[in-house]
């Protein structure tokens, strides 16, 4: 029983995911009409924000990944890179332009940048073999951080009746949860390596090249996916043409982020009995039943459904993929390898809403759902591969094992 335990740095690193997602999303749900509604900002601006932000995250995931591999510490960085966003976030309340927000927004996603690849790395370490219970929880954590945060900024709304200074104060709160976060994380320990980084000839030097050939692959898999997965806003905006009420789009927005916390503690604990790839494509499978649902019934009724299964998607999605970049890579360049798979994701995440809308302008609603439904059906047959050549492999070595025995005879103990 001891080993089923959390270990001491999944409990810490979920907690800080907790209170940082907290004072994050107590800012995400009011940013956009902070800056198109009170700074006058065009919507081009608010994209051009987003779009940015993102590039910047994941382009520094990869690079913070392969340093956290190379200085064979994970610690630094992770402080490093919370305590930058903590840092910048409550700055948002002296914007008086959308260029300052740009900056602080840019700033902001450099700390994610860095802590994100070396704290799935320092998880996936601290884990064992058996790592779907501590990133479920992790993920868990996360969500429920978030929902606690949009859950405080609509009551700062609510009672300040969406004044200009109730935006600005609720920046300003945002900083008490983010500085609570990094006092939480310097209780982290680093785990101590197999091969020691010091010793330059006991580790290949950590790089793509390096990594394996199916984790490459792996990350296809997960390019096409995301390429699928499309902003949650063209689901509200789906739900909005269908008839919904607007006072009950930020339900849906809840809805989805409740069902995301739900089950994603529960889906990283069923990986470590059925398997990260098989509840994985199970997520893809959920996701393409979604975008099929949200394409052809009638949404008069099922908005509220449609929700709660984009939450159960991206639990299982979320969660299972770490675990599969943690089982597909080597522990001396995982920090590497979780940076691909962020940088992987980011970069697919970038075009996937813009061919979306264009796909919207010219063909309709329907058909944007469509299309994320066919990619994400290829990603799932790709992802298929990936278990079969493994259950293949497997197979080969045992029989390899039989033979060796076979030929040795009576050489092997025999144990009652």
Known sequence: MADERLHKNVKISGWGSLLTDMSTEMIMPVLPTFIVAVLKAPVTALGLIEGIAESTASLLKLASGYISDRIGKRKPLIILGYSFSALVKPLLALATGWIFVLAIRFFDRVGKGIRTSPRDALIADSSGKKKGKPFGFQRFMDTTGAATGSLIAFIILRHFNASINSYRLIFLISFI???????????????????????????????????????????????????????????????????????????????????????????????????????????????????????????????????????????????????????????????????????????????????????????????????????SLIALVMLITISKEKSQKKIATLGELEGKNELQGDQSPTRE
Do not use: C
């Open 177 to 375: 949860p983010a500085l609570a976060a990094v006092i939480v994380l310097l209780g982290l320990k680093e785990i101590a390596r197999t091969n020691n980084p010091d010793n330059k000839s006991s580790i290949q030097k950590p790089s793509f090249k390096t990594l394996p050939r199916r984790f490459k692959y792996f990350l296809i898999v997960s390019f096409i996916f995301t390429l699928s997965n499309f902003s949650y806003a063209f689901y509200l905006i789906r739900a909005k043409s269908a008839g919904i009420a607007d006072w009950t789009l930020p339900l849906l927005y809840l809805i989805n982020t409740v069902s995301y916390a739900l089950f994603a503690y529960p889906s990283g604990i069923a990986s470590d009995r059925l398997g990260a790839r098989n509840l994985l494509g199970t997520g893809y499978l959920v996701y393409l039943m979604t975008a099929l649902m949200f394409a052809f019934i009638d949404l008069s009724w099922f908005p509220f459904l449609g929700f709660v299964l984009y939450g159960l998607y991206q639990a299982l999605v979320d969660t299972n993929s770490r675990i599969v970049v943690a089982e597909l890579s080597d522990e001396e360049t995982r920090g590497t390898a979780y940076g691909a798979y962020h940088t992987a994701v980011g970069i697919a995440a970038l075009p996937s809403s813009l061919f979306a809308g264009i796909i919207w302008q010219k063909l309709g609603g329907k058909a944007s759902f469509v299309y994320g439904a066919i990619l």
